[in-house]
């Protein structure tokens, strides 16, 4: 392969993808390639050297996706007879991972310049903008390798593919509504529910119209020919501009990786209780030396904020650190609280910080103002009225 092959490929051009059909190495670029999409996708909110996979997950998920799309192909379009099946699937794999740089799309920071909802909104795109383009380089590559026409290739593509999304959008959304545990969710959780439903649903209508039109379409239904192509040497400098573009990414990581590191440790903390530890390493920092495209731990949209950490929070700690927890605590108790704060938890979160519980009874009087409220509103108040019942605390 030429060193413009990489970027012809992404453009479907058809002499880079007959190259690379005749280059037994080509896996290896791949490979490489998934690495650097690995980065580009988890760079600002995993930390790799304690979350390995990082790395892992996208060759379990591509090798998955690929053998059951070949196998879905390969029965449609019949190009085992032309070959040998396994150098084939190796072939089909060096596609499937040298579309690997589209991915590259979801190292966009948005996050670092919009809101949270509008960021979640680009991101949705870029995976709208990632998938199509996968698809259509697979198809793309298929069509020019067998001979079959390009319309039918898709429909052999995009079945499995269009399968394998309705299933991955089905647990995603089981995950979604999991998150609530009978909350409210946040409007960029909210929002992600209704991509992923809408996702669902598009897929599974695809699925349906690939399968009924493969049938009816007339032009080019076998193969002509198989994926590979006899063994060729071109020039080697891929194999430089590969590793040069992994290397690239791994630096442009590293800054970010270090408030990842920070994020990971203080969570770290929380998780084991060990608040005066988490205090005092929170304390040493300042916020940017944490990712600032995510809450700050402990989320109180996807976990109860523990109030004793919060009732442990001295009046020396850095006025940034008390007022990412404070709104942390007002959120997580706005979203859930009656069956998860004791009456003893809420005597001492009275007793040591009044301000947040006045916000908080400040929100139930709104709630109590409003002319309708719904099933959860109408819950929360519920529960949080029974609280101060409870409590032998006089209420304002």
Not at 194 to 212: D, H, N, P, Q
Request: net charge neutral.
């Amino acid at each position: 392969m030429r060193p413009s092959d990489l970027l012809f490929f992404l453009l479907g051009y058809r002499g880079s993808i007959e190259r690379i059909a005749a280059d037994r190495r080509a896996w290896l670029i791949g490979a490489i390639l998934v690495l650097t999409a690995g980065i580009a996708r988890n760079y600002d909110h995993l930390y790799f050297p304690q979350e390995p996979e990082t790395f892992v997950g996208p060759f379990v998920a591509s090798l998955f996706s690929t053998v059951f799309i070949f196998i879905w192909a390969n029965c449609v379009l019949r190009f085992r007879k032309l070959g040998e099946s396994g150098l084939q699937l190796l072939v089909f794999l060096s596609l499937f991972w040298l579309t690997a740089p589209c991915a590259w799309l979801y190292g966009i920071p948005v996050e670092s310049w919009t809101d949270l909802l509008t960021a979640t909104k680009w991101n949705v795109a870029f995976l709208a903008i990632v998938s199509i383009w996968r698809v259509a380089l697979i198809t793309r590559s298929t069509s020019v390798l067998t001979g079959v026409h390009w319309l039918r290739c898709l429909c052999a593509i995009l079945a499995p593919a269009s399968l394998e999304m309705w299933i991955g959008s089905y647990f995603q959304s089981l995950s979604l509504v999991g998150i609530m545990g009978g909350v409210r969710l946040h409007p960029h959780h909210e929002y992600l529910l209704k991509a992923t439903e809408f996702t669902m649903i598009g897929a599974l209508i695809l699925f349906f119209i690939s399968v009924v039109a493969t049938p009816l379409i007339k032009s080019g239904q076998q193969a002509a020919h198989p994926l590979h192509r006899a063994p060729a040497t071109h020039g080697s400098g891929l194999w430089i501009v590969a590793p040069l573009i992994l290397t690239v990414w791994v630096l442009v990581s590293i800054p970010m990786q270090a408030k990842v590191r920070n994020r990971y440790h203080l969570e770290t903390l929380l998780r084991s209780h060990q608040y005066e530890e988490a205090i005092r390493f929170a304390a040493q920092h300042s916020r940017s030396d944490f990712p600032h495209v995510h809450f700050f731990p402990p989320d109180p949209y996807q976990n109860r904020f523990d109030l004793e950490l919060y009732t442990q929070i001295p009046n020396s700690a850095p006025e940034w650190l008390k007022r990412e927890w404070h709104e942390n605590a007002v959120t997580s108790l706005k979203e859930s609280l009656g069956s998860f704060v004791e009456v003893e938890e809420w005597k001492t979160l009275e007793a040591r910080r009044p301000d947040l519980v006045a916000e908080i009874r400040k929100f139930a009087e709104q709630l109590r103002s409003q002319p309708s409220r719904s099933y959860r509103e109408a819950r929360w108040l519920k529960e949080f009225e029974e609280l101060e019942r409870e409590s032998p605390t006089p209420t304002l």
